[in-house]
């Protein structure tokens, strides 16, 4: 049984769900509109302001579906409110972001700058020069892009030095010890 699929999904006020004919469910909010296309065997009704997501039969495939099903919608629901958020961590001597128009700049231990055109429906934020904020209304797109950005120089463990997510630790490894 599927405890996460099972749970209705309620729509806030300000926010209009359609779903069309082979289920690609469109979201509209106060921050944009979002849409994904949910699997054809997944059946999903709106009634009196809830949506609800529901399965054929309990075949594994179904089962597996139904919470994923549930999960992209009410992120899509979650987005278009409230939207997303990555905070980046920036550690090392001379590493540093900057932020010019629509332009990243990252300057992290190579011989040349890395220089990233912002993807649509993603906005970079840069308070600091040590801190990077990624915000967004798709979760997944807002990941992937705080991930692209952390593997550029992905924190190494003896020094810690590197792009790490706000709040991760880095496990530290004892260095070389002399005789």
Avoid: C, W
Avoid at 33 to 47: A, Q, W
Avoid at 109 to 127: F, R
Avoid at 167 to 176: A, D, L, P, Q, S
């Amino acid at each position: 049984m599927s405890r996460i699929g099972l749970k209705p999904i309620e729509i806030p006020a300000g926010v209009t769900i359609t779903i069309s004919d082979d289920n690609v469910v469109e979201v509209k909010g106060p921050k944009g509109t979002i849409s994904e296309k949910i699997d054809k065997s997944m059946e999903i009704k709106i009634e009196d302001g809830v949506l609800t997501v529901s399965r054929p039969s309990d075949l594994k495939r179904f089962k597996a579906l139904h919470g994923l099903s549930r999960t992209l919608v009410m992120n899509m629901v979650e987005g278009v409110t409230k939207g997303y958020e990555k905070s980046l961590e920036i550690i090392g001597t001379g590493y540093r972001a900057a932020k010019s128009g629509k332009k990243l700049t990252l300057n992290l231990g190579y011989s040349h700058p890395i220089e990233m055109e912002d993807p649509e429906g993603i906005e970079v934020e840069v308070p600091g020069p040590n801190q990077i904020i990624v915000r967004g209304i798709n979760k997944q797109q807002v990941g992937n892009y705080a991930a692209v950005l952390r593997d550029f120089r992905r924190p190494e463990p003896y020094k810690g030095k590197g792009v790490r997510y706000k709040g991760e630790m880095v496990r530290r490894k004892v260095g070389k010890t002399g005789k």
